[in-house]
């Protein structure tokens, strides 16, 4: 997997060096966070102190740090932390701790039920696209058939981020990530701006992206994301997210985020009332999609038949708003 171009990466730390470790294997991650600061030279922060928040983390830094020989510290998050917040908070001006490097560590014997668990999913593909760092873990490295799949997937979540195959307990060379300017590209992100190289090794993981000017008509789309995501019609989808729009929501673009069987719209703006039916087509259907070999062509074509006829186009928002609309409210999910 490639690395970072220069906006990302730098060998130069002003402050206390912080590796965060994520994980949802607990086992794992913590052996390899233990293993990570002893390889440095590093302080162990254990979950149950960092889950106390910023401020003790910061306190713990202000203490430690003045220590004679302390280089920085290894951060272990438990399965709740939330990459983003922690990212923001490592990167604020007033933190001694400068994060340079975000370590998601990969069971490979999990992998597959925690993309399945409906609990589990959205936590690790947003670890995963959050990280600069993938650590692997097999248990058997013969394994080769379902170290590519991971590998592939990966690859397409997080293109930016360096991966690492755990061997005998070693763990990976340094990374330095400048947090405080951007962090990694997720890979759907990468897709919406026509960026993302398929890796070498995709192990039958595939991408693909759907761009559509017209809004969906709600049923219509509730009946292919049943099949496409409930049962599978057209390959294993494991991450879709873009911008989305409703006709029977004529007026809000929605940021559509699924992971595992999970899907949520969220309003991302409200636009101002048109004057008529043709200025809502400014803002369409835009969304990348991630999985097991998937059946682009099969996908795509079913998802323009969700969007509106022409007929249906022409009839104008007034006659869209009594669409029957079985989504949820914004902030709760559809379930495949």
């Not at 022409?310 to 409210?329: C, I, K, R, S, V």
Request: proline fraction near 6%.
């Amino acid at each position: 997997m490639q690395g970072s171009d220069e906006r990302g990466r730098s060998p130069i730390v002003d402050g206390i060096e912080a590796i965060a470790v994520v994980g949802l294997c607990v086992a794992e991650r913590r052996r390899y966070a233990m293993g990570l600061a002893r390889d440095r030279g590093f302080v162990f922060v254990p979950a149950e102190q960092t889950e106390q928040g910023i401020e003790a983390i910061d306190r713990l830094v202000d203490l430690v740090g003045m220590t004679s020989g302390v280089h920085g510290f290894v951060l272990e998050h438990g399965e709740g932390a939330d990459c983003a917040e922690n990212i923001g908070a490592l990167s604020a001006p007033d933190s001694r701790a400068v994060l340079t490097d975000l370590v998601c560590v990969l069971d490979l014997a999990c992998l597959h039920s925690d993309l399945d668990s409906e609990e589990r999913a959205g936590a690790l593909v947003s670890q995963i696209e959050f990280a600069s760092t993938s650590a692997l873990v097999t248990p058997d490295p013969a394994d080769s058939g379902g170290i590519e799949e991971a590998i592939g997937l990966i690859a397409h979540l997080a293109p930016e981020a360096s991966l690492f195959l755990r061997c005998e307990g070693a763990v990976h060379e340094p990374v330095c990530w400048q947090f405080g300017h951007r962090p990694p590209d997720a890979g759907w992100t990468a897709i919406l701006n026509s960026e993302f190289r398929p890796p070498a090794r995709a192990g039958g993981v595939r991408a693909c992206r759907f761009e559509q000017a017209r809004p969906f008509h709600p049923q219509r789309l509730q009946a292919v994301l049943s099949a496409a995501i409930g049962e599978g019609f057209w390959g294993r989808i494991v991450r879709s997210a873009g911008f989305a729009k409703l006709a029977s929501r004529p007026y809000v673009t929605a940021h559509w985020d699924q992971a595992g069987t999970l899907l949520t719209l969220s309003p991302l703006s409200v636009e101002p009332l048109p004057g008529g039916g043709p200025e809502l087509l400014a803002l369409g259907q835009d969304l990348a999609f991630i999985g097991f070999d998937l059946d682009e062509t099969g996908l795509c074509e079913a998802l323009d038949r969700a969007v509106l006829t022409d007929a249906e186009l022409l009839a104008g928002p007034m006659a869209w708003l009594e669409y029957h609309d079985e989504f949820p409210a914004w902030d709760s999910a559809h379930r495949g």
